[in-house]
């Protein structure tokens, strides 16, 4: 591939798609170092997510080997080939936070890593009297002892005749209050809160709230970046689960609050990979958001005439089918998507739906972005 004209291409499209004048569709992908730890054609070694989490200089090794495939293998709108920087970020996946809260680590033979939920019913007030958790202690403690040894290692480090920039620990997001919960508390025991224990779920995630607030402003405080900001974006996949009514009732007040302390202003954005779009309107108008990060299930074209065409949207074809099908049948689907209506305003990012799972065949990306590049065109 020509990676120069490759890039030359990307530049254009997106100088273009962000000056509000979009030339074609821009393609981004949604891709970590599971898609190459999980998949044992490229981790031949064998490296395993144990390794990864508990070894700084293995997350390391392993991210720099994953960015140089992921340049050299799946072609989507990114620069392409060897950079003038790489980057790495302190990595423990979707665990941090249940894992700052202080909730045990179980690592799954061919899977991420995962936090049982520990907040049960005989000391889940318990729980929220032992006060929220040192946002440098517990895991968090581990996360600035990797950032610190990151930066150690870039002082002295390249990669393929490249230097190395250590872009951020872990916390300065979060996954939401409500999915937080969810891990915490588990699913089941969360929702029935909400009709048998009321005061406990307000108390609760108002707890989880307000620790993350002071998380998040910590960590800004210690990196010398702005406390304050006017626009944020966050997630909370979990709220798929609830009706605009449970959501507006149990929810809502949680997210305003979050939204208050980082994006009162707006625009804000948010990642809902669920079958959450029921929610969006409502997320819309109340949370000053104008861009959803989506997954499966979702109606492209109807999602484009319920949010009009001022909103940004990201999503595209399901994981599980750019894994499994054929690259003609991805041509098709991407060609489905594109044409049903979501370009509409010049306001759409094509991605897949959502985080390209371990084993996805790099031609079937190709495929999603040629497909991108003949029916994606304004």
Not at 259 to 264: K, S
Request: a negative charge; glycine letters at 8%.
């Amino acid at each position: 591939m020509d990676f120069e004209a490759h890039n030359a291409e990307v530049r254009e499209v997106w100088e273009a798609y962000h000056a509000g004048n979009p030339i074609r569709v821009p393609m981004t992908l949604g891709i970590n170092p599971r898609l190459t730890l999980l998949d044992p054609k490229l981790n031949v070694d064998g490296t395993t997510f144990r390794e990864y989490f508990e070894d700084p200089r293995v997350m390391w090794d392993v991210q720099l080997r994953h960015q140089h495939w992921v340049r050299h293998n799946l072609v989507h709108d990114s620069e392409m080939g060897i950079p003038d920087r790489w980057s790495v970020y302190v990595d423990f996946q979707n665990c941090y936070e249940a894992l700052w809260f202080g909730g045990d680590l179980r690592y799954i033979a061919g899977n991420v890593p995962d936090v049982p939920p520990f907040v049960t019913d005989d000391r889940k007030w318990a729980f929220l009297d032992s006060g929220a958790p040192d946002p440098f202690g517990g895991w968090m403690a581990r996360n600035w002892e990797y950032y610190e040894q990151f930066r150690a290692f870039a002082a002295e480090a390249e990669f393929h005749g490249r230097p190395v920039d250590v872009v951020s620990p872990t916390g300065l997001g979060t996954d939401g209050p409500f999915t937080i919960g969810c891990a915490l508390r588990g699913a089941t025991e969360l929702c029935l809160d909400m009709y048998a224990d009321p005061e406990f779920l307000d108390a609760f995630m108002g707890f989880i709230t307000e620790a993350t607030i002071e998380r998040i402003r910590a960590y800004r405080e210690r990196l010398g970046v702005p406390v304050a900001t006017r626009t944020w974006g966050f997630a909370d996949d979990s709220v798929a689960l609830l009706s605009v009514s449970s959501y507006r009732e149990r929810v809502l007040p949680y997210h305003r609050r979050l939204i208050e302390a980082f994006g009162p202003d707006g625009p804000n954005s948010i990642h809902l990979c669920g079958d959450a779009t029921h929610l969006f309107p409502t997320i819309r108008d109340e949370l000053k958001v104008n861009a959803f990060d989506t997954g499966f299930p979702v109606d492209h074209g109807g999602l484009r005439r319920t949010l009009g065409p001022d909103v940004f949207i990201h999503g595209g074809p399901h994981v599980e089918f750019l894994r499994g099908r054929t690259p003609a049948e991805v041509r098709e689907e991407t060609r489905r998507i594109l044409e049903s209506g979501v370009m509409e305003g010049g306001k759409f990012v094509l991605r897949e739906a959502n985080n390209l799972a371990p084993g996805t065949p790099p031609e079937n990306v190709a495929a999603m972005h040629e497909a991108c590049r003949d029916f994606g065109q304004y």
